[in-house]
């Protein structure tokens, strides 16, 4: 299946502005293609006990297991940084745990974007 990767920033940038954001004032969005060809959106969801936090990419994901995905392809992320945003290190396990070869496209506030394979964002996962 080829990704649309402009059209996935685009999803992840609606689920950008509905992010709950607070306390960083840092939102962020995400986009998950499944192997049906459904996108799954999800934003970052803040916690004053910050350990409770929910990144965007996490609840992307976890929207697409719940309706039954279980296959991903791609997602793409984004925020109103100046440089693209890359997933933070619990969401690249997390990512990974559902295949090494998922395509990660980080992307800024202006949709520049750089694209790579999840295992090359984490190349020493955690295994068991």
Do not use: W
Not at 78 to 84: A, L, V
């Amino acid at each position: 299946m080829d990704i649309n990767v402009k059209g996935l920033i685009e999803e992840a940038e609606k689920a950008r502005k509905q992010a709950y954001a607070p306390y960083s004032n840092f939102p962020v969005g995400c986009a998950v293609l499944g192997a049906s060809g459904t996108v799954y959106r999800g934003c970052n969801v803040e916690n004053a006990s910050l350990s409770l936090t929910l990144c965007a990419e996490r609840a992307a994901i976890a929207g697409a297991l719940c309706a039954g995905e279980r296959e991903i392809l791609a997602l793409a992320i984004i925020s109103h940084s100046p440089e693209p945003i890359s997933p933070c290190g619990a969401c690249r396990q997390f990512i990974l745990e559902f295949g090494e070869d998922i395509t990660v496209i980080m992307a800024d506030r202006d949709k520049r974007y750089e694209v790579k394979k999840i295992k090359e964002l984490l190349p020493l996962p955690f295994k068991l």
